[in-house]
């Protein structure tokens, strides 16, 4: 049986602890979003600080240099709409070259 998982824009979104990975691990990259701090928001934690990851996912190369693109965003939803464009923009690019 095949694993579920969210999805935003149709691109998985899978989560382990207070990290997001957004995108499908089979194409050139993905974009991982890291949550440093959530502020209280009526009586839900909301991410506060985002980091924003371009990466590609050539296992080959060395992890430190697969980062493309990083970014810092207030808000989980500012972070993926920049994760997104990112992430469409490199797929894009990246067919065009093959």
Do not use: C
Not at 4 to 30: A, C, Q
Not at 83 to 90: G, M, P, S
Request: aromatic residues 10%; glycine residues 6%.
């Amino acid at each position: 049986m095949a694993e579920e998982f969210f999805s935003y824009k149709g691109k998985p979104l899978v989560r382990k602890g207070d990290t997001i990975y957004y995108g499908d691990m089979s194409d050139d990259f993905v974009v991982m979003l890291s949550i440093h701090n959530t502020e209280k928001k009526f009586d839900l934690d909301m991410a506060g600080d985002v980091t924003v990851q371009l990466m590609a996912t050539d296992p080959t190369i060395n992890p430190l240099e697969s980062i493309v693109k990083r970014g810092e965003k207030k808000g989980f939803y500012p972070a993926l709409e920049l994760a997104d464009i990112w992430l469409e923009r490199a797929l894009r690019d990246s067919e065009k070259e093959a």
